[in-house]
């Protein structure tokens, strides 16, 4: 099968390493999805153990579509009933760019008509009860192209079970895991988040460290379709066989508010790493470490809630606890117009990416190499 996997903009080069990881070689990166071919297995493999994709489609079909009935007869030609059957709850998805079809709630009505009346004439039914497993077919048109999609992961992979509890300004756990694997951080290297919030950073870093599948204990659609062999438990236990369970350095996870240090206590230890993580109540301005090497990842706040100058002077206070960690690597996300400046120093590397529909930027500055003996 053709396959896809979307990614959120700027996470493009972490996904990639991953799919590697997982040994699918290099895959091309298009319009954001990154594309590569498999069968029901890497299905679900590739659920099981992305860490920052945010789902797992099957492409169906790509055709011209310059009006709904090129639309409709190039939906029709797929083999729907190969997937689907009579029951199934089909839901819609997609989106319209630079086309002439326009609105895409009327391009995902003539889809589904199209599907439902495939489906009707090939299983031999009069009507669909839809009141079986969910199925989310996605129609995406960009000028006079479009193409079709079959979702197999269902609610998105950021979705890992663990983060239950409401914090404010919450940071997606995909986003997150694309931080962490952009970083230093690697096994041997003690962490911190100074500014945990719901514990999510700190979370996915012990996550990757310990190569824990991040979604080894959550369940995806495509394992209720008639179509689908059972091939997900395999792949968990393909993925806890690759655990590592070994002694490891600190992981540090702080935050001023002490309400938002015990809801990250709980997400922790959901995830099954709570013993991992040391959490603390406090100012970020006292963190310091004698730990050689360290790795700071962060996600500080850049919302409405803090005045300007309130903000200026928390950046700069960061900069300054940074500065006193002389040979840890400091990563942080911020959609703060003056996070650079107030932070100090020229980042080494900085990167776009979007956090709850803002345009942020994360910063990386490196710290010393470490010395070989």
Not at 160 to 184: D, Q
Request: some cysteine; proline content about 5%; hydrophobic content about 40%.
């Amino acid at each position: 099968m053709k396959l896809s996997v979307p990614v959120a903009s700027g996470v493009e080069a972490s996904v990639k390493r991953q799919l590697k990881q997982l040994g699918y070689g290099s895959c091309p990166a298009l319009q954001g999805r990154i594309r590569l071919e498999g069968d029901w297995r890497d299905v679900a493999r590739l659920n099981v153990n992305l860490r920052a994709g945010e789902r797992v489609l099957i492409e169906l079909a790509e055709f011209s579509a310059p009006d709904f009935d090129a639309l409709y007869e190039g939906v029709s030609a797929i083999a729907w009933e190969d997937y689907l059957g009579a029951h199934d709850r089909i839901l819609m998805d997609g989106k319209c760019v630079d086309s002439k079809l326009m609105a895409i709630k009327a391009s995902g009505g003539v889809t589904k008509k199209a599907v439902v009346e495939r489906l009707r004439a090939k299983l031999g039914v009069n009507t669909l009860d839809e009141r079986g497993p969910r199925a989310v077919v996605g129609v995406y048109i960009v000028g006079d192209r479009a193409s079709v999609t079959l979702d197999t992961t269902g609610d998105g992979l950021h979705k890992r079970g663990y983060r239950v509890r409401t914090y404010s300004a919450p940071l997606r756990e995909t986003t997150a895991a694309a931080m962490v694997e952009s970083s230093f951080f690697r096994a041997g290297k003690p962490f911190a988040d100074v500014f945990c919030g719901s514990g999510t950073i700190p979370i996915e870093a012990v996550l990757y460290m310990r190569n824990i599948a991040p979604g080894k204990e959550r369940s995806f659609d495509f394992t209720r379709w008639k179509c689908s062999p059972e091939v997900l438990e395999q792949a968990r236990e393909e993925a806890r066989d690759l655990e590592d369970h070994a002694p490891m350095p600190p992981v540090f996870a702080s935050d001023i508010s002490p309400g938002a240090v015990e809801i990250a206590k709980f997400h922790a230890k959901r995830a099954g790493v709570v013993r991992d993580i040391r959490f603390s109540a406090g100012d970020m301005r006292s963190f310091s470490s004698s730990e050689p090497c360290g790795v700071l990842i962060s996600n500080p706040p850049y919302g409405e809630r803090l005045k300007a100058a309130d903000l200026q002077g928390l950046y700069r206070d960061f900069g300054k606890m940074y500065r006193s960690l002389p040979d840890w690597s400091c990563y942080f996300l911020s959609g703060y117009d003056g996070a650079q400046r107030a932070f100090g120093g020229r980042p080494d590397k900085m990167r776009r990416l979007w956090n709850a529909g803002i345009a942020c930027t994360f910063y990386s500055y490196f710290g010393a190499k470490p010395a070989h003996s």
